[in-house]
């Protein structure tokens, strides 16, 4: 299995995680609005899915897809470190900044 590094190196499975954002939608919905085969939009669904990302719900015809945030908390806190370290980063520059003459 990929990982979740890998899965999201792909523009196009990052597009869908912003579309689901808002909420759950179907398969249609996801390629009038990535503007993709609908074949290419089920192919990331599926990595998608298997990396956790995503859950799916079938209702009669369709299938309705949404986020899971289980694995992107574990990400988020996988980040908070290197975040921290951002934010000491720009702290510094802003004090180097203050000091200078305009």
Known sequence: ????????AEPNR????????????????????LRLTQPTVSKHLKVLRSAGLVEVRQDAQ???YRLRLEPLTELDAWLAPYRQLWSS?????????DTMED
Do not use: C, K, T, Y
């Not at 299995?1 to 999201?8: Q, W």
């Not at 990052?14 to 609005?33: F, H, K, S, T, Y």
């Not at 980063?89 to 900044?97: N, P, V």
């Open 62 to 64: 369709r299938r309705w």
């Open 1 to 8: 299995m990929a990982s979740i590094f890998e899965v999201l």
């Open 89 to 97: 980063s720009l702290d510094a520059l802003e004090r180097h900044l």
């Open 14 to 33: 990052r597009q869908i995680l912003d579309l689901l954002r808002a909420g759950e939608r179907p398969v249609n919905d996801l390629v009038d609005e």
